[in-house]
């Protein structure tokens, strides 16, 4: 664990209000396979993913493989465990400094994607739909540019 800077680590006082929300895993005598990684790693494993929002894979290797903290996470999840973080933080913040629960505000903005969603209308045809609307000066009309192979 020499290879990452300590702000990367999990501070002593939040693991000890974290440990006891994880859930507990089988005994030695009942579990097979691979011994369990140090809870502790995977908890800075998973908050480093979340923090710099790089992929699992790409955590560096001090944490686990990024496929052991992405399984643990999601168990994590299934159990609560970040709920519960949560609520517990927001319970600490009370006692320490007071939260008006009276009076309560989000932020909050709607935009358009820049680059995502899906289009709700039609395909364009552009050449087809531009081309029938004003007929040329020689009043004669052009044949379709485009041969469906329907005529001849």
């Known amino acids: 664990m020499k290879g990452i800077s300590k702000r990367w ?4 006082d939040i693991w000890e209000f974290m440990e006891p929300l994880l859930p507990r895993g089988k005994s030695r005598k009942t579990r097979r396979g691979r011994k369990r990684l140090n809870l502790r790693q995977v908890a800075d494993g998973i908050f480093y993913v979340l923090r710099t929002g790089c992929q699992w894979k790409a955590a560096p290797p001090e944490f686990g493989s990024g496929s052991s903290l992405h399984r643990y996470f999601q168990a994590w999840v ?3 465990v970040f709920w519960r973080l949560w609520q517990q933080g927001l319970l600490e913040y009370d006692e320490l400094a007071g939260i008006k629960w009276d009076w309560q505000s989000i932020d909050g903005a709607m935009t358009k994607a820049p680059l995502g969603g899906e289009k709700n ?5 552009g050449p087809r739909q531009i081309r029938d609307q004003e007929k040329p000066a020689y009043r004669w009309r052009r044949r379709p540019a ?3 192979g329907l005529g001849s």
Do not use: A, T, V
């Open 78 to 80: 299934l159990h609560g």
């Open 121 to 125: 209308w039609k395909e364009s045809n």
């Open 146 to 148: 485009i041969d469906h």
């Open 9 to 12: 680590r999990m501070p002593d």
